[in-house]
């Protein structure tokens, strides 16, 4: 569907509730709900987290980023804004280096009206919409920053690229806020082995159940083919079928809907703790051509036709917060099946 549909947050802004919302958000701070790990630390005065984080936001970089699915990157990129720390430690994580090097990442702290001035300059290079990659533990933060620069001017679609390891009760205060999820959804278990967290399928599985209700399963686009709302869920395929597709699979199609847009990525490859710990030998090569195709199969099998899958041979452009390349390895899945 075409639309030229302005985001939702405009709407919340000009009925004075988007400041609420922010308000009710930052209140889960004082003791962190913030996602399921529920520690329960004072962020609001600055006590670190379980993922090591405390009140300000982190970024690592931002950049306009040409390596999401097309509908996102377009001709000038996905306006992207790459959060440090993660409330998750997975041993094979492609940006392990912003994510699990926290003494690190403390010297990338910003205020809110700075995370806000990213966003307009994102906008003012001509960005398609601000991709806020991985914002589970910075949800409070990231939605002052929306609405200081909403007042400011911003009307780009908000983008929540996330681990899908979410609090339902903060995706329910993104409702309006949020224009496009973009979830992983990692396992259908093995979560603590590799991801270091309990329930891990649980946990995400009703935070993607929330994302639909908000949603639904219809992709709206604008004139010139962008996403500005919708749900794209990323399927990364691991070796030895560690990721659970098919199980993944059969449950967006069941308890979701089959027309649910999937991204299916090809692109793993073994780096940190999956390239040296022995523990951990299973993730420790790319994935098999074989792998790849039973994976593609899985998609034909149940009818699902919506979304963007990597070209196997293509997948070696990986997603990192310096890639820039206009190549995007991704292709619709109605064109790779036709």
Same mark, same amino acid.
């Given at each position: 569907?075409?639309?030229?549909?302005?985001?939702?947050?405009?709407?919340?802004?000009?009925?004075?509730?988007?400041?609420?919302?922010?308000?009710?958000?930052?209140?889960?701070?004082?003791?962190?709900?913030?996602?399921?790990?529920?520690?329960?630390?004072?962020?609001?005065?600055?006590? /670190? +987290? =379980?993922?090591?984080?405390? #009140? %300000? @936001? $982190? &970024?690592?970089?931002?950049? *306009?980023?040409?390596?999401? !699915?097309?509908?996102?990157?377009?001709?000038?990129?996905?306006?992207?804004?790459?959060?440090?720390?993660?409330?998750?430690?997975?041993?094979?994580?492609?940006?392990?280096?912003?994510?699990?090097?926290?003494?690190?990442?403390?010297?990338?702290?910003?205020?809110?009206?700075?995370?806000?001035?990213?966003?307009?300059?994102?906008?003012?290079?001509?960005?398609?919409?601000?991709?806020?990659?991985?914002?589970?533990?910075?949800?409070?933060?990231?939605?002052?920053?929306?609405? /200081? +620069? =909403?007042?400011?001017?911003? #009307? %780009? @679609? $908000? &983008?929540?690229?996330?681990? *899908?390891?979410?609090?339902? !009760?903060?995706?329910?205060?993104?409702?309006?806020?949020?224009?496009?999820?973009?979830?992983?959804?990692?396992?259908?278990?093995?979560?603590?082995?590799?991801?270091?967290?309990?329930?891990?399928?649980?946990?995400?599985?009703?935070?993607?159940?929330?994302?639909?209700?908000?949603?639904?399963?219809?992709?709206?686009?604008?004139?010139?083919?962008?996403?500005?709302?919708?749900?794209?869920?990323?399927?990364?395929?691991?070796?030895?079928?560690?990721?659970?597709?098919?199980?993944?699979?059969?449950?967006?199609?069941?308890? %979701?809907?089959?027309?649910?847009?999937?991204?299916?990525?090809?692109?793993?490859?073994?780096?940190?703790?999956?390239?040296?710990?022995?523990?951990?030998?299973?993730?420790?090569?790319?994935?098999?051509?074989?792998?790849?195709?039973?994976?593609?199969?899985?998609?034909?099998?149940?009818?699902?036709?919506?979304?963007?899958?990597?070209?196997?041979?293509?997948?070696?452009?990986?997603?990192?917060?310096?890639?820039?390349?206009?190549?995007?390895?991704?292709?619709?899945?109605?064109?790779?099946?036709?």
């Amino acid at each position: 569907m075409s639309t030229n549909q302005s985001p939702k947050y405009l709407e919340l802004l000009a009925e004075n509730k988007l400041e609420e919302r922010v308000e009710a958000l930052e209140e889960l701070l004082r003791a962190c709900t913030v996602c399921p790990k529920d520690c329960g630390n004072d962020r609001s005065k600055d006590e /670190i +987290a =379980a993922c090591y984080s405390g #009140r %300000l @936001p $982190i &970024v690592s970089s931002y950049t *306009a980023h040409f390596g999401e !699915e097309p509908v996102l990157s377009g001709t000038r990129g996905a306006g992207n804004i790459f959060f440090g720390n993660c409330n998750l430690r997975c041993v094979y994580c492609q940006n392990y280096q912003i994510s699990q090097t926290w003494k690190e990442q403390k010297k990338n702290e910003i205020t809110h009206e700075r995370l806000a001035g990213m966003m307009l300059e994102l906008q003012e290079r001509g960005c398609h919409n601000i991709g806020f990659v991985s914002p589970t533990h910075f949800a409070p933060q990231m939605a002052r920053a929306i609405l /200081i +620069a =909403a007042r400011q001017g911003l #009307r %780009l @679609p $908000i &983008v929540y690229n996330t681990n *899908a390891y979410d609090s339902v !009760e903060v995706l329910r205060l993104l409702d309006g806020i949020v224009d496009i999820y973009l979830p992983d959804l990692k396992y259908a278990d093995a979560g603590f082995q590799f991801s270091k967290v309990r329930d891990y399928a649980i946990h995400a599985r009703a935070a993607i159940k929330e994302m639909y209700r908000q949603i639904g399963d219809e992709l709206i686009f604008d004139k010139d083919g962008l996403l500005t709302r919708g749900l794209l869920i990323r399927l990364l395929v691991l070796p030895n079928d560690i990721a659970g597709i098919e199980e993944n699979l059969r449950w967006i199609h069941a308890e %979701l809907s089959p027309r649910t847009a999937i991204s299916l990525m090809a692109q793993y490859y073994a780096t940190s703790k999956a390239a040296t710990d022995p523990r951990y030998i299973l993730l420790s090569r790319r994935i098999s051509e074989r792998e790849w195709y039973e994976a593609v199969s899985l998609l034909d099998e149940l009818g699902m036709e919506e979304g963007f899958m990597q070209e196997y041979e293509s997948a070696s452009h990986y997603y990192r917060p310096d890639f820039t390349d206009k190549d995007t390895p991704f292709k619709d899945v109605r064109d790779f099946k036709s």
